[in-house]
């Protein structure tokens, strides 16, 4: 083998080493989200019996209400519930929240403008566990703006692993606003993080 041929052998196989080095994190992350969300499906099964959805509380039908009336009306959400202070109802204030409105528009996205009631359902069923596997994505970027991409996977890898009130929350099923709540947190957090190197580095 010529020196020349070597030389190109051995930038090559650098070359290699410097593309994983780079992006071995992403590979990883997904990984994790892929584990995370796998996780928090198991349960999708037991909310379905006989072609009808179920939801684990009150909650659920509460939001599948919500839901509806947003599919079927969006952008708008519902502006009186009469089955909320029944027989009296109540008025707009504590309807229509940005959780029961993803979940709507992903609904009309996923049946192309014309959601079934079914279809809806399901969307909210796997809502929770979406938005429990997302969180891993605004945590990674945490620990890496702050220590580097070890420390974002090593982040990741413990929410992946963290159980309590986070797993419970965020299973399929359990379709509260609650499995939204530590994705919007995190994520503001993360903006925190980001404002704060900006503000140092200026």
């Known amino acids: 083998m010529s020196a020349d041929t070597g030389k190109r052998n051995e930038t090559t196989s650098k070359s290699v080493l410097d593309v994983i080095e780079e992006w071995y994190s992403v590979p990883s992350l997904l990984v994790i989200f892929i584990a995370m ?3 928090r499906l198991q349960s999708y099964n037991s909310f379905i019996r006989g072609g009808e959805i179920y939801f684990s509380g009150n909650d659920g039908w509460y939001h599948y209400r919500e839901v509806m009336y947003t599919v079927q009306n969006w952008p708008s959400t519902m502006p009186f519930d009469p089955w909320t202070y029944y027989p009296y109802g109540t008025f707009v204030g504590q309807f229509g929240t ?5 979940v709507a528009t992903a609904a009309l ?4 403008g ?8 399901k969307t909210l069923l796997i809502a929770p566990a979406i938005g429990g596997a997302l969180a891993v994505i ?3 970027f945490i620990g890496k703006r702050l220590s580097g991409r070890v420390a974002g996977l090593f982040g990741a890898i413990v929410l992946l692993l963290l159980p309590g009130s ?3 929350r965020t299973l ?4 509260d606003h609650n499995a939204i709540e530590p994705l919007a947190m995190i994520l503001a957090i993360a903006s925190f993080v980001v404002a704060f190197q900006k503000a140092k580095a200026t």
Do not use: H, N, W
Request: aromatic residues 10%; proline residues 10%.
């Open 109 to 112: 996205i996923v049946g192309l």
């Open 172 to 175: 399929a099923g359990v379709t």
């Open 98 to 102: 940005l959780y029961d409105q993803i």
């Open 37 to 39: 969300l796998a996780m």
């Open 114 to 121: 014309s959601p079934s009631p079914e279809l809806v359902g």
């Open 138 to 140: 605004p945590v990674y």
């Open 166 to 168: 986070f797993l419970s």
